[in-house]
């Protein structure tokens, strides 16, 4: 048994050690010392649980439960554990991007059962770091395997793993896999295969992660057994969570394009099996299913975002993620940011004389045009004065307009948090585009008659818009005009451009009963002109669609721009963003 005072002992111990523990893998490391937690409670507080130790790349951290080390009996090992945990930090995963980038990879190798990506990724990246001290560092990992291998602890994962040791380290069979009743000829296969996938992608470990869980598939596809299997197994998971409450990590909308062909089942290699005509994985996925949204259908869907990021941070917020999705997407098409431009000084250039008066300010008689002009100096009659002018034609100041955008969100339209929505990003474009400038922006969802949503007036947050223009309704048939009446029922103090986006539809909702005296085609013309004369639809539309209706908003004064196919919104919003705020 133990006690409180063993643990305190233990403390004093792996403090004194923490230097060494650096020393295995660069003299020059600057890691803040671990969190000592010397009890389940307090390691439980710090979001332990399952293991002994664990790291936390949101602040660069380690914590140690000193009270599950000295019950499990590894306290002696204190260079090894802590050593183990420093190299998740310098080595693998090492960083939040490359910790999703390799959670992103081992997800296309995991069909169907891609919430098990993170713990093959923390296995995955635990073979990588334990090679490396057991072999080049010369510690004793293989005996801390030894001290928590029990009997209750194997199942055939396990039993793989530490057969994949033992091949890594040439042990003898049954040194770490000391449970005879899983032993296979399929283990000791995968267990080979696995030990020179490890060795193989020990500098380049990302191109690894696919392979790696490709091995490991059929023993986690069964859900009763993968459960029990990770029960046994989580004593070990000290990076499963090593992203929690992590922000946004850019970069991880686009398609992994080469994290998918690294899918590859080391089996059918081994024995030289090829993929049918290049189309298939070695899991038999088609690449047409990986699954393009977007721009060049070069990004993942949003739902996959999501889930993906909610691996790497399982407090993620939904909203926030989806926001950071559509930003980083519409990036690349906004104006660029205004750069401060700086005009020559203006210079005043003398061009005449007038007489100066008695009237006129003294600094401006000009004495010596005066006595040439007469030696008598009588004002109003002989003073003179010099007259000025700029050698600048014009200063000119121009002011970006705000922007109001209305989004058809009726039941016709894609929910943007599980498809991919085409007006989602042009309005993210379009918005962002105009705060970049300067400007103002309102932004409103309608599905009518039903709901809307809508900003609170024009506004410069950004965080706000994007949570607007991203959420979703899903109710009525179209973008209600009655939508206007709030912003441009009277003329706003700054003139703004209105652009909805919407289909057919709209002209329906035009001709509806408003039960009011004003018509919508009455609101539509009103609100075009309170807003300074800058309106655009842009429909989902053939051209040729209900001409007249179309010739009627044209001589309200308003601009058409019709849309084929959703993919074209994408031009018409690059298109008005350059051309109304880049100038700015």
Known sequence: MYNQSEIEKTAAVWKSHWQQAKLEWNPLLRLQEPIWCLSNQEAQKEGLTGSFAMIRLTDHRIVINLEEIVALGISTYFIEVLAHEIGHHILAPANLYDNAILLNRIRYALPGIEDRAPMVSNLYTDFLIN???QRINKLRISEVYKAINSEDNFSELWTLMMRTYEYLWRLNRGELAVNWSFHSKKIDADASLLASLIRSYSKNWIQG?????????????????????????????????????????????????????????????????KNDKGNK?????????VGGSGPRNSYMGPGNYIDLM???????????????????????????FPVEISENVSLD?????????????????????????????????????????SDSDHNISE??????????????MMNPKLNFSWPVLAATIIGLSALRAGASVMGCLSGEPGTYLETEGFITDETDLLTTITSYLGTGYAYGMERLRKPFETEPNKKSHIVIVTDNDIFSMLDSDTETNQTHWELAEIALKNAGGHGTMVLHSQPDYQKDMVIRLKKMGWNVYYVTNETELLKFASDFSQQNYAYA
């Open 399 to 412: 002011h970006p307009l705000n922007v109001y955008i209305g989004i058809d969100c009726s039941g016709s």
């Open 349 to 389: 250039l003398p061009e005449g004389l007038e007489t100066w008066d008695i009237g006129d300010p003294i600094e401006e008689l000009d004495w010596l045009q005066s006595s040439i002009a007469s030696p008598v100096f009588l004002p109003g009659i002989t003073t003179q004065k010099r007259t000025y002018g």
């Open 209 to 273: 992660g696919g392979r790696f869980a490709v091995l490991l598939y059929p023993y986690l596809m069964d859900d009763k057994t993968f459960n029990d299997a990770r029960k046994k197994i989580l004593i070990l998971l000290d990076a499963e969570d090593a992203g929690s409450g992590a922000i946004e990590i850019s970069g991880m909308t686009k398609l992994d394009l080469e994290g998918y062909d690294g899918v590859i089942d080391m089996r059918k290699e081994a024995i030289g099996l």
């Open 310 to 336: 909610k691996q790497v941070n399982p407090n993620a917020d939904e909203q926030r993620l989806i926001n950071a999705y559509y930003k980083e997407i519409a990036l690349s098409h906004l104006i660029d």
């Open 281 to 289: 994985d070695n899991l038999g996925i088609e690449k047409s299913k």
């Open 131 to 133: 090679d490396k001290l």
